[in-house]
């Protein structure tokens, strides 16, 4: 099998993890053989702690380099649609982080102030050039939803389709304490808060689930018709004026911090995804799945495989437990494989996979797009204080 060159773009947290990823898919053939990042050290860095022979300032110099087939997109939200539209403008294979797009204003500080209409139509105008550039090029848009690729997940695929039965009710969660990038204070790099940021996973995963029931049940897609939104500044709420929060980020500039969007399905079928920021505790990922002849329960960041019990903090020392946890001492669930068990590791083989074969990844662009599509029509929604449906 030949060499699949990657160049990975930006070195922060997502570069990381991704690069330690492509070390475990050589056999693939895949290589990492280029990284673009703005802040030469943090290239340096990761490229020195990876064996990335070349190093860039400018992605633009990471699009010219021959040898690279897919462009690895690990840039704040807000230069997604640029380095994809400049990637696929130059023959490469894109991988996009979640989410695909937004809306992100022109990067002026209140671009979170904006009328949520404007927003919805700026953002699905970019999804929409994103795929439709793509195809043109006749390159692939491969979008990184870890969650559609998580065991898990697949495993709740795998269930639906034996049971035969029907999806009636999902309810989906991803809660933290907040991110550490400080890109994802402002809308304008981030193109809005906890709903996008976190609730993307879930309302990747519902959309997905409900798409293939669609395919093997009618023989086209199941999509959704109609959000209903409320999304909340919890750390700004009165409740926390005498007493500010210790653990949780609390430096939100103008995004929320706390979403619950309800989707409508276009077969009556429902689904509940919440998001916050205020969650202590680790990481939190799961999602129920409410059928016709069955009921299912994913709990994928937390769960009991392992347990540990430490009287100090330091007595674990620097060895990793759980994403976001905030304290090693006392009781905790130690993740025994993230990246496996987050879905990071077959997402990427998955992506490299489609290259080589010349087919579509499982997680693609026109996901991407329909996750951005329900999230703004949920802010539209939120702002509005109704429900707003979605033409198909
Ligand atoms: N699937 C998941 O679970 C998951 C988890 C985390 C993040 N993500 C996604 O991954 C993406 C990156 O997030 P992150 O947490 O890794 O953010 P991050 O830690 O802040 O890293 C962003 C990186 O992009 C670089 N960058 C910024 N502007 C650039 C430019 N013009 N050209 C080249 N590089 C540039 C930054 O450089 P500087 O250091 O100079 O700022 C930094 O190295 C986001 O889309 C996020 O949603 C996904």
């Not at 139509?121 to 043109?136: C, F, H, I, R, W």
């Not at 909340?232 to 210790?246: K, Y």
């Not at 329909?370 to 703004?376: C, K, M």
């Amino acid at each position: 099998m030949g060499k699949t060159g990657i160049g990975i773009i930006g070195a922060g947290f997502a570069a990381h993890f991704h690069a330690r990823m492509y070390h475990e898919l050589a056999a693939l053939g895949a290589e990492v053989v280029a990284i673009a990042s703005r802040t030469e050290s943090k290239a340096q860095e990761l490229a020195h702690r990876h064996g990335i022979p070349r190093v860039m300032t400018d992605y633009r110099d990471l699009l010219r380099q021959p040898d690279v087939d897919i462009v690895d997109l690990c840039v704040p939200n807000y230069l997604h649609h640029e380095v994809a539209m400049a990637a696929a403008q130059a023959g490469k294979h894109v991988i996009c982080e979640k989410p695909l797009t937004g809306y992100f204003g022109a990067g002026e500080e209140d671009a979170g102030h904006t009328p949520r209409s404007h927003m919805l139509e700026v953002a699905l105008k970019s999804a929409d050039e994103m795929v439709a550039t793509a195809a043109q090029r006749g390159v692939k848009l491969m979008y990184a939803e870890n969650w559609v690729y998580a065991p898990a997940i697949q495993k709740v695929r795998a269930l639906v389709a034996a049971s035969g039965g029907t999806i009636l009710d999902l309810r989906g969660e991803e809660s933290h304490h907040g991110s550490a990038s400080s890109y994802a204070r402002h809308w304008r790099y981030t193109g809005g808060g906890a709903l996008i940021r976190l609730g993307s996973h879930p309302i990747g995963a519902m959309l997905h689930l409900k798409r293939t029931e669609g395919m093997r049940r009618r023989g086209r897609p199941i999509g959704v018709s109609a959000v209903t939104a409320v999304t909340g500044e919890l750390t700004q709420a009165d409740a926390l004026r005498d007493n500010p929060p210790q653990w949780l980020v609390h430096d939100w500039v103008d995004v929320e911090n706390w979403a619950t969007v309800i989707l409508s399905f276009d077969d009556g079928s429902r689904g509940v995804v919440m998001a916050s920021d205020n969650c202590l505790g680790g990481i939190k990922d799961t999602l129920d799945v409410f059928m016709s002849n069955a009921r299912i329960h994913c709990n994928f960041s937390r769960n009991n495989l392992l347990e540990a019990y430490a009287p100090d903090a330091q007595v674990f020392a620097d060895e990793y437990i759980v994403e976001k946890l905030e304290t090693k001492a006392g009781w905790s669930f130690p993740s025994v494989d993230e990246e496996w068990a987050q879905g990071y590791r077959l997402e990427l083989e998955d992506f490299v996979r489609a290259v080589q074969e010349d087919r579509a990844p499982l997680s693609d662009g026109l996901l991407g797009r329909e996750v951005v599509s329900v999230i703004y029509h949920a802010y539209l929604s939120a702002e509005q204080g109704r429900t707003v449906t979605i033409s198909s």
